[in-house]
């Protein structure tokens, strides 16, 4: 089954970097597009980061020129680095993809951005 897993989440100061890490099983990755959302106490999960299966990427705004999108799809894991990280980005960040005409995340991993 469709299974994705996420790691690489912590606590960082503002400024800092952080690296995370969607393995994925269940599903020929190379042929689907991968999403990084996140999800803050109180609010609805939104959509940071999408990566093409051709590798085209999109960014929401507020993270433009701080975070980069990329898969390998030899090892079918997309990543998320993550610089110059503000409180703001604080959340539980997923992982998902739609297959079979349903959505799938994973379980999350919480980045927490403070001083």
């Known amino acids: 089954q469709v299974q994705l897993v996420e790691s690489g989440g912590g606590l960082v100061q503002p400024g800092g970097s952080l690296r995370l890490s969607c393995a994925t099983s269940?599903?020929?990755?190379?042929?689907?597009?991968m999403g990084w959302y996140r999800q803050a106490p109180g609010k609805e999960r939104e959509l940071v980061a999408h990566?093409?299966?051709?590798?085209?990427?999109h960014y929401r705004d507020s993270v433009k020129d701080r975070f980069a999108i990329s898969r390998d799809n030899t090892e079918n894991t997309v990543y998320l680095q993550m610089n110059s990280l503000k409180p703001e980005d604080t959340a539980v960040y997923y992982c998902?993809?739609?297959?079979?005409?349903?959505?799938?995340w994973g379980k999350g991993t919480l980045v927490t951005v403070s001083s």
């Open positions: 269940g599903f020929a990755f190379r042929n689907y597009n």
């Open positions: 998902g993809t739609q297959w079979g005409g349903r959505p799938y």
């Open positions: 990566i093409s299966y051709t590798s085209s990427t």
